[in-house]
């Protein structure tokens, strides 16, 4: 019964330009107030998370107004897939770590740092040489490209996304990794066909809480 209830409530979610552009501009804003809050330079890049997420929310609306495959549609989709593909596996080790104190978390960092990287990397080079296609069903959006589901390859991704910040030592980053992580799974069960866009949104909408990192300090594990 819960679950049912739990469905019902994911399934009324609407997706759409409005949601999308709304999303980015709180983010933006998100992001400038937690920038605002970094006490160093090598904080700067975890707080800009908020910042490239309203950048990928802001292609998604543009992809929602533009509604039909075009030459321009067919850039903004692929843009939103570098954000999700290439550029999150990079980013999110490389921000985690660079605030990382920790020796042997550091460590752990850096392995996830090259894994993400030569992920990141693999994935880019498919969405530079392959079509990229979308169709808008049911307010979601869903993605087309053929690379290749490698079960073990996806594993990795997770890891080195939401585990990165998963095995900070920084309270409310291993918050924003499980609350990401746990998105994830929620994502995949209900809506496996548009399983990007939707995460993506999600995880956007979820990353307001580095600013709470950022802002309140509140200590290590």
Same mark, same amino acid.
């Given at each position: ?112 740092? /090259?894994? +993400?990287?030569?992920?990141? =990397? #693999?994935? *880019?080079?498919? @969405? ?5 296609? &979308? ?39 291993? /918050?924003? +990794?499980?609350?990401?992580? =746990? #998105?994830? *799974?929620?994502? @995949? ?5 548009? &399983? ?26």
């Amino acid at each position: 019964m819960r679950n049912k209830y739990i469905f019902a409530i994911l399934h009324s979610m609407c997706f759409s330009a409005t949601a999308s552009f709304v999303a980015s501009g709180v983010l933006a804003a998100a992001g400038v107030a937690t920038l605002k809050n970094t006490k160093s330079k090598r904080e700067i890049p975890l707080a800009c998370i908020p910042l490239l997420f309203a950048v990928q929310q802001f292609l998604e609306g543009m992809l929602w107004l533009i509604g039909e495959p075009t030459d321009l549609s067919s850039a903004i989709a692929t843009g939103f897939l570098f954000f999700a593909f290439a550029v999150w596996p990079i980013f999110m080790p490389a921000a985690v770590r660079m605030i990382e104190e920790n020796p042997l978390r550091r460590n752990i960092l850096s392995i996830f740092l /090259i894994t +993400g990287t030569i992920i990141g =990397l #693999s994935f *880019a080079t498919f @969405l530079i040489r392959l079509p990229v296609s &979308f169709a808008i069903s049911d307010h979601r959006i869903e993605y087309f490209i053929d690379i290749p589901r490698i079960l073990w390859t996806i594993a990795l991704y997770v890891v080195v996304t939401c585990g990165s910040c998963m095995i900070s030592s920084h309270r409310m980053i291993v /918050i924003f +990794g499980a609350a990401v992580a =746990l #998105s994830l *799974a929620i994502t @995949l069960y209900y809506y496996e066909a548009t &399983f990007t866009s939707v995460w993506c949104f999600f995880a956007a909408i979820l990353s307001v809480i580095l600013y709470l990192h950022f802002k309140f300090r509140w200590g290590s594990q």
